[in-house]
T-cell receptor
Framework: DTGVSQDPRHKITKRGQNVTFRCDPISEHNRLYWYRQTLGQGPEFLTYFQNEAQLEKSRLLSDRFSAERPKGSFSTLEIQRTEQGDSAMYLC?????????????FGPGTRLTVL | QQQVKQSPQSLIVQKGGISIINCAYENTAFDYFPWYQQFPGKGPALLIAIRPDVSEKKEGRFTISFNKSAKQFSLHIMDSQPGDSATYFCAATKGGYSTLTFGKGTMLLVSP
């Protein structure tokens, strides 16, 4: 089953360090989304790509966050100078992006803990 | 500003009973309403979804009821089973295949 995969699954870092997460979408999917989920909350949208173009960024995505999707394939999300408030589950999703209401398929997430 | 409000926060149902989760939205531009199911340690998975041009959609034991005038929609799980124990999220999008706005989730426990 070639679903959405994310790496690493868990990351523990010290405040002030930089971290990078990777997402591999379902191969034929054009759209790729990043969400953040904190304990007891629903996922919150961060940013999304149509192929390699980053089309929308949430106000949640501060200047310390950057995302890329080179060549429209995998995507990386980098957080610079991490803060304790960045501790969360970072979810990646992908979709075909070709029809109204197309399904977003989520990966298992990367759980970030900032000490 | 919370655009999708979900209740209850948690729910305990006996096996075989009906689980009901409610959501209300504010933005009339929303035009697609999916429900996601999430198990611990997993990402959310689409359960069932509805467009506002229908009032009800049923798939197996899961039914969405939609009230456009009240801007409310609900998930009904018939004959609830222990395997249904999970966190359920309602969500909404505008423009069809745009970003999802989620509710805060309902933790469902189905007791044997």
């Amino acid at each position: 089953d070639t679903g959405v995969s994310q790496d690493p699954r868990h990351k523990i870092t010290k405040r002030g360090q930089n971290v990078t997460f990777r997402c591999d979408p379902i191969s034929e999917h054009n759209r790729l989304y990043w969400y953040r989920q904190t304990l007891g909350q629903g996922p919150e949208f961060l940013t999304y790509f149509q192929n390699e173009a980053q089309l929308e960024k949430s106000r949640l995505l501060s200047d310390r966050f950057s995302a890329e999707r080179p060549k429209g394939s995998f995507s990386t999300l980098e957080i610079q100078r991490t803060e304790q408030g960045d501790s969360a589950m970072y979810l990646c999703a992908s979709s075909l992006g070709t029809s109204v209401g197309d399904t977003q398929y989520f990966g298992p997430g990367t759980r970030l803990t900032v000490l | 500003q919370q655009q999708v409000k979900q209740s209850p926060q948690s729910l305990i149902v006996q096996k075989g009973g009906i689980s009901i989760i409610n959501c209300a939205y504010e933005n009339t531009a929303f035009d697609y309403f999916p429900w996601y199911q999430q198990f611990p340690g997993k990402g959310p998975a689409l359960l069932i979804a509805i467009r506002p041009d229908v009032s009800e959609k049923k798939e197996g034991r899961f039914t969405i009821s939609f009230n456009k005038s009240a801007k409310q929609f609900s998930l009904h799980i018939m004959d609830s089973q222990p395997g249904d124990s999970a966190t359920y999220f309602c969500a909404a999008t505008k423009g069809g295949y745009s970003t999802l706005t989620f509710g805060k989730g309902t933790m469902l426990l189905v007791s044997p």
